[in-house]
């Protein structure tokens, strides 16, 4: 974001763009006031308090709408500068007069992607993890992840941060006045007392690892992949499940080519469900034989596996197992409305056309993915994101040396690098390149 943000004052709509009820256009930065009292007549709204005026163009006196107008002086505000919103009807042909009238107004520009968020950071009002919480809020489908965001946003893994980079910036200060003053009377064994306080933040740190797969796994949201021979079922339960015709259903076996995903709040959880072409020994037709190979890939990256049984095929024969180690598998009995062909076990029976055991097959698969991710109950996983994971990863193997070294200034170093891990998390330290990446994603306006 190669932009002088300290001169230029920003705006945009930070609403939906298209027609609307009301349409929200906001602006920061030094020449704010300036530019909102242009549109209102040459006078500011008193601060803080919503104001109804008429907004005309500066340039040719034309009226354009009657709003509601905010003027919100620094630094306490979102982005820590001058900033104003404008609450206009949300038709297209007002809120574009608007941002035109706004374009021609002296050092006003239009604002980058995510850049007053990038301001806010940039002014110490949110830090990078607050900011990656932002970002999963606005895109956040269903309930468990919008609180997973809100908590994440609101500073629940800025604090833990730093309340770990306080207690190790105090054992740190001990050891090295170890260093740096050792003809003091200061107390024996400063530096071993020391090294033994590291053990608490060091096992938070590991317990915060250890969620984060969770975290992140709720984040990017869930893979259920359906497998199973061909005429199993797949492509009916599929429908069934999304309570619309999303998939091609017919009684020719190999109706399924090619893999179809279709995204689900199921019970909070956001869950991709992939159909899969049948698996099958013997296929030579090059279509068949793309397909299930295809099966196999979605296989290897599911997160919940349903096994598909027709429970009415006498010569119904289990795929061929691709399913990999660690996996949730539930082997999921089909056509239960049908005479029975065999006896295979099952976890759960259904009929897909019926809709015998439906119900309590969405209750079952939203137990299931609650247990790898987060239950809504207690505090939610606070590390997200990969990026986070490896910083804190790093911290936390320096502090291990730490604990285990036996010269002053090694676990000094030591501690430096883990609070620099620690720094790097919360965007402090060396990710310029990745703040650009970070806020790139953002929509205009945010």
Do not use: Y
């Not at 009301?22 to 500011?44: E, F, K, N």
């Not at 199973?228 to 399924?256: D, F, M, Q």
């Not at 995204?263 to 299930?292: C, K, N, S």
């Amino acid at each position: 974001m190669a932009v002088d943000q300290a001169a230029d004052t920003i705006f945009a709509l930070s609403s939906a763009p298209g027609r609307a009820a009301v349409a929200v256009v906001r602006l920061a930065g030094p020449r704010a006031g300036a530019a909102l009292a242009a549109l209102a007549g040459g006078r500011l709204p008193e601060p803080r308090r919503a104001s109804l005026r008429r907004v005309s163009d500066p340039a040719s006196g034309e009226l354009l709408d009657a709003a509601l107008l905010l003027w919100l002086p620094g630094p306490g505000t979102e982005t820590g500068e001058d900033m104003a919103e404008l609450q206009l009807h949300g038709a297209p042909s007002v809120v574009e007069a608007v941002l035109q009238a706004l374009a021609r107004q002296p050092g006003l520009r239009p604002a980058e992607p995510g850049e007053f968020t990038r301001r806010a950071f940039d002014n110490g009002r949110l830090d990078l993890t607050a900011v990656e919480g932002l970002a999963d809020l606005i895109a956040a489908e269903t309930a468990l992840q919008r609180r997973q965001a809100l908590a994440v946003s609101g500073g629940a893994l800025a604090r833990r941060l730093e309340d770990w980079r306080a207690r190790l910036a105090r054992a740190l200060a001990r050891i090295e006045a170890a260093i740096d003053f050792p003809d003091e009377e200061l107390p024996l064994g400063l530096v071993a007392e020391s090294q033994a306080t590291l053990e608490p933040v060091a096992g938070e740190i590991a317990d915060a690892l250890s969620a984060a797969p969770r975290g992140e796994r709720l984040r990017q949201g869930l893979r259920v992949v359906l497998l199973g021979p061909p005429n199993a079922g797949k492509s009916t339960l599929l429908n069934a499940l999304a309570g619309r015709e999303a998939a091609i259903v017919a009684p020719t076996p190999g109706t399924t080519r090619d893999v179809l995903e279709l995204h689900l709040d199921l019970g909070g959880l956001p869950v991709t469900l992939v159909d899969t072409a049948g698996l099958r020994a013997g296929a030579t037709d090059p279509v068949e034989q793309e397909g299930i190979r295809r099966s196999h890939g979605q296989a290897a990256q599911a997160d919940l596996i349903l096994n598909l049984v027709d429970l009415s095929c006498v010569d119904q024969v289990e795929p061929q197992d691709i399913i990999r180690d660690g996996t949730v598998c539930l082997r999921i009995g089909t056509k239960v409305d049908l005479p029975r062909g065999n006896d295979l076990p099952v976890d759960h029976s259904v009929s897909a056309k019926s809709g015998a055991g439906l119900a309590a097959l969405e209750a079952l698969l939203a137990e299931r993915l609650r247990s790898l991710v987060w239950s809504g109950a207690g505090p939610a996983p606070l590390v997200t994101r990969a990026r986070q994971r490896a910083a804190l990863t790093e911290t936390l193997a320096a502090l291990r040396r730490a604990q285990a070294g036996a010269a002053a200034e090694l676990i000094a170093e030591d501690l430096r690098l883990a609070l620099r891990g620690l720094g790097r998390v919360a965007g402090r330290v060396d990710v310029e390149e990745l703040l650009d990446l970070i806020f790139r994603d953002f929509c205009i306006g945010k």
